[in-house]
């Protein structure tokens, strides 16, 4: 198959075909005319405009080579020269952004601010035209591997700061896995683990986050890059906490042997005090 363009006056002919050899298809350009120095590219955009990528240089009827897959699909190719670029040529190539398939992490246990990295194939090497769903957000790449193949082999992303634990979509170019999207969980950074966490309550007043677990109430300020604990009460075995009240108070009880007493913990200063006996 050969798609030629028709020759202006002072334009680059280019000459595009297509062969199967050696297992594979190979798709061969050549042009004339025009003016040296000459650049090839070539885009699955019909319009040019998007997705081009520099093949190589050469001089006024250099042939170029390049290997196509099997299930090839249309490629777009052209030639500028010192005078312009020549009318685009269409002919069957492979398509260099293919279905990308199902990623995997690199890294999990993240928080705010670190950067998640899912390696895969077939990605798009600049990082903006890569994006991954977490949850309702979806995120741009902030860099990617180079496999050396013409495409990445691994996209990073910045975990945002309102980020949680969710599916993480991949998707480059509208094309995404048909499934297999891998679980990124979200851990605070610099929290110890807790054993038998009994109550996770939220204090809009300060905005932070309480937890009572084995042996423990702690008061967290979780919602920032670096997570810190702000207070930790530790004269309870198995505390419950209620939720948190409009005036910004909390309630305890212990329940290592039954209720016998119940306090009240002021979120704003932290202060512990009797509320009631039993």
Request: with cysteine; aromatic share 10%; net charge negative.
């Amino acid at each position: 198959m050969a798609l030629p363009v028709p020759e202006a006056a002072d334009a680059v002919a280019l000459t595009v075909t297509k062969t199967w050899g050696s297992g594979a298809w190979q798709i061969n350009l050549s042009w004339s005319g025009g003016t040296a120095p000459y650049t090839t590219s070539y885009s699955t955009d019909p319009s040019f405009q998007r997705g081009d990528r520099t093949l190589a240089t050469g001089s006024s009827g250099y042939a170029l080579s390049v290997t196509a897959n099997a299930s090839a699909t249309l490629e777009c190719f052209a030639v500028t020269d010192a005078n312009g670029v020549s009318p685009a040529v269409q002919g069957m190539g492979s398509d260099p952004y293919p279905d990308i398939p199902a990623p995997t992490i690199q890294q999990d246990g993240l928080w705010w601010g670190d950067s998640l990295t899912l390696n895969g194939n077939y990605l798009d090497l600049t990082p903006q035209e890569n994006f991954v769903g977490l949850a309702a957000r979806q995120v741009q790449a902030s860099s990617v591997m180079d496999g050396g193949s013409g495409y990445a082999t691994s996209a990073t992303f910045p975990v945002p700061d309102d980020g949680r634990g969710a599916y993480a979509y991949l998707s480059t170019h509208g094309s995404s896995p048909a499934s297999g999207a891998p679980f990124i969980h979200l851990y605070p950074r610099g929290i110890s683990a807790y054993t038998n966490i009994r109550c996770v309550i939220y204090a809009p007043p300060t905005g932070h986050v309480w937890v009572a677990a084995d042996g423990k109430v702690d008061e967290i300020d979780v919602f920032q890059h670096d997570p810190a604990i702000v207070r930790s009460i530790t004269s309870y075995t198995k505390p419950y906490l209620s939720r948190c009240t409009s005036d910004g108070r909390i309630f305890v009880v212990d329940g290592v042997t039954g209720p016998s007493e119940i306090d009240q913990i002021n979120v704003s200063s932290g202060a512990v005090t009797l509320y009631a006996s039993t």
